[in-house]
């Protein structure tokens, strides 16, 4: 079994970027598309936990049968890229940061990289792809929400940036040997120092060193966007372009950095929430 890394965190955070360029490491196998993988493991899990004929067997053989079940799963996990010939396989997939914890109970020696972005950003750049594609409704009808509605639900810790944000918010809750396993990797320093980032990045996998080529990426064929309505694509490029900075209204700029004092505190400390929040927590 090749050494498993998983792709994960916030939404518009360049973990398609992060996978162009993993890829381009002769060692590693990245497909860059999203993954079923967690899904299909998540779903095992729900499904054999409500199997009458299962629960039966835990009653009378539970070692047996718990064993049974593990060494399933764990097979399925390893047997999905089966024949992956290189020593590295990612596999992007969101739902990696809130399942660590089954992940390494399967896979004790994986691995996650947890892209992160100046929360602001992460909204701005979903609002103006959705006032690009405003005839098209979001896939959990966020449309016909005002603008400061649609942060709200945007945050909310069932939806798109909420859910990954409450895992990682558990992170500190982790064992430390879980924590260790995560590599969190901010936007924009993968935007300034690209090379200096993928080589640290290397390094931390174990890899050995190769110096990535930000003017001249592989662009393989684009993962498809239909599924979430156009609002979040994932689009390749040849080379590496910081983009834009979003206008984003005072009001919910002020509102995300209020809620989220502690995340700005953690990955943001220069920031002037995370600043201030670090400054409250020394006079504690």
Not at 15 to 30: E, G, N, R, V, Y
Not at 96 to 118: F, G, H, M, Y
Request: proline share 7%.
């Amino acid at each position: 079994m090749p050494q498993f890394v998983g792709v994960t965190g916030l939404p518009r955070a360049g973990s398609t970027l992060l996978c162009q360029l993993l890829a381009q490491h002769p060692d590693i196998h990245c497909e860059g598309h999203s993954s079923p993988l967690c899904n299909m493991l998540v779903g095992i899990r729900r499904m054999v936990s409500d199997d009458s004929f299962f629960l039966s067997q835990l009653d009378h053989s539970f070692e047996r049968s718990y064993a049974h079940l593990a060494a399933s799963m764990r097979s399925f996990l390893r047997g999905w890229y089966h024949d992956c010939t290189q020593s590295v396989v990612v596999d992007k997939n969101r739902g990696w940061l809130q399942t660590v914890e089954l992940l390494l109970n399967l896979e004790p020696d994986a691995k996650l990289i947890v892209c992160v972005r100046e929360l602001g950003q992460v909204y701005g750049s979903i609002e103006a792809q959705h006032q690009r594609t405003i005839l098209l409704d979001f896939i959990d009808r966020l449309a016909d929400y005002d603008r400061l509605g649609r942060a709200d639900m945007l945050f909310a810790k069932d939806k798109t940036i909420g859910m990954p944000l409450v895992g990682l918010h558990a992170i500190p809750d982790l064992p430390a040997a879980a924590r260790e396993r995560l590599y969190v990797l901010r936007f924009e320093d993968l935007m300034a120092q690209p090379a200096a980032c993928m080589s640290h990045l290397f390094a931390w996998l174990g890899m050995a060193p190769f110096e990535i080529a930000p003017e001249q990426l592989d662009v393989g064929p684009h993962e498809s966007d239909s599924h979430y309505r156009m609002k979040y694509p994932h689009r390749r490029s040849p080379r590496i372009a910081p983009p834009a900075q979003h206008e984003i209204p005072a009001r919910i700029q002020r509102q995300i950095e209020s809620a989220y004092a502690w995340f700005y505190e953690r990955y943001y400390p220069q920031h002037p929430r995370g600043a201030d929040a670090a400054a409250k927590d020394a006079k504690r």
